[in-house]
């Protein structure tokens, strides 16, 4: 008889027995294995994040080689390290910033809160100490840290963690007149809005045309800085290194995670734009009291440069728009015989949403019989394959579906 393994698993029921769990073992590519020995598509790059795919043996020897240098030193007040430096430089030469800062964290959660911090702090820093709430979109899903969960526009994520981060509040994902009407309610004390590019967690929703330019125009009209949440974006998921140059809009501050080392060693972090940087720059003796044991740790940064070697010179970015006309063309098919409700995606990422009576469970079981991992969420199955996904691995997704939907 199977039992509760100490083991208390991150989004699962507490009392899920040990049994019900599977067992990965390994991964190569797009596939990963289970202790059976059977072998899936990985068609969510696991959680969103293995870009370039599992079993890379130049990222384990960078990490290796950087582990018997010296695998941690912190980067507090005075001490740096030669691989977060690096990164940091290629991170800021790759996003849409002039001359940003970068922060480093270990996950998204602390990116967003990070994020929110920084907001808060540099217009105290350049005299608007009254600019405090942080807005968000419905549906977002920003992490699971306080101020992340404050902001979260998923209600049933918060459900028993409250009481949450004051001054934080959620608006319409769609509707710029909503937010339009905070920015009258509150002036001047705003200090961000928090958005994602592309909704992704909540069932891969892209921004409709035009939405992110008006929150844009919004931000600089009340002097609000403007967040692009890119933890799933960043890093060429929609065929750009980041939403923000795919979509031509410009974020204030950019936080990413995920794909900087395609999960090789779990790294987050801020892109500090211009505007936010000189607020925090402008005091010489101003001290940033923020910041995580591990920020900028050696390994975590060694992985995201081999990763970022990889990505280059594989041209990955370039393998995006291919996956959207095969993995989305394919879904496509599925809403034209009236199988699915609909089908949203962009670049690398896609969901198909569920007709009447279909429980997107039982597609994602069906799936994972037919040797391929999707993801449910709430009436939706979601794809985010690993950028190296091969046209017939596609087909085999398109074709599990197929097998999966009634
Ligand atoms: C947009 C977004 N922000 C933040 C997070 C939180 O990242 P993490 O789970 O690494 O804390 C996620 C995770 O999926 C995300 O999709």
């Known amino acids: 008889m199977s039992s509760v393994a100490p083991f208390l698993h991150p989004f699962a029921p507490p009392a899920r027995t040990r049994d019900r769990f599977l067992t990965i073992v390994s991964g190569d590519g797009a596939t990963v294995t289970d202790d059976t020995g ?29 582990a018997r240098r010296i695998a941690g030193f912190h980067t507090f007040t005075s001490f740096t390290n030669e691989p977060a430096e690096a990164l940091a430089a290629r991170i800021a030469d790759l996003s849409p910033f002039e001359e940003p800062r970068v922060f480093f964290c270990q996950s998204g959660s602390e990116a967003v809160d990070t994020a929110m911090k920084l907001a808060r702090v540099a217009h105290g820093r350049a005299g608007r100490s009254n600019r405090t709430i942080i807005v968000a979109r419905g549906r977002g899903y920003h992490g699971v840290n306080y101020g992340g969960t404050s902001i979260s526009g998923l209600p049933v994520n ?25 920015f009258d309610a509150f002036p001047g004390e705003v200090a961000a809005v928090v958005v994602e ?90 001290v940033l009291r923020h910041g995580f044991t591990y920020s900028g740790h050696p390994l975590a940064a060694a992985a995201g440069l081999a990763n970022l070697d990889i990505m280059e010179r594989e041209g990955l970015l370039d393998r ?59 009436g939706t199955v979601t794809f985010c394959p690993p950028l190296v996904i091969d046209d017939d691995q596609i087909d085999a997704v398109v074709d599990a579906v197929d097998g999966a939907l009634p």
Request: some cysteine; proline content about 7%; hydrophobic content about 45%.
């Open 38 to 66: 059977r072998t899936y598509i990985d068609a969510m790059a696991s959680l969103w994040y293995a870009n370039v795919g599992y079993g890379r043996a130049e990222i384990a020897d960078a990490i290796a080689a950087q």
């Open 158 to 182: 918060r459900e028993g963690f409250g009481p949450f981060v004051g001054s934080t509040m959620t608006v319409d994902p769609e509707d710029p007149a909503k937010l339009a009407a905070v």
């Open 197 to 286: 590019p592309v909704q992704g967690a909540s069932g891969v929703w892209p921004p409709p045309p035009g939405y992110l330019e008006a929150v844009r125009v919004l931000c600089d009209e009340h002097g609000a800085y403007l967040v692009f949440d890119e933890v799933i974006t960043g890093f060429g998921r929609l065929g750009r290194w980041f939403g923000a140059q795919h979509f031509g809009v410009r974020p204030d501050m950019i936080t990413f995670a995920k794909a900087v080392t395609s999960g090789y060693v779990p790294l987050g972090g801020v892109i500090v734009g211009p505007e936010v940087r000189a607020a925090l720059e402008a005091d010489e003796e101003f």
């Open 320 to 378: 995006v728009p291919q996956i959207a006309r095969r993995l989305g063309g394919g879904l496509r098919g599925f809403e034209d015989d009236g199988r699915v409700a609909g089908v949203r995606g962009v670049g690398g990422m896609w969901a198909i949403a569920m007709a009447d009576g279909v429980d997107e469970g039982d597609v994602a079981a069906a799936m994972l019989d037919r040797g391929v991992i999707a993801r449910p969420v709430p």
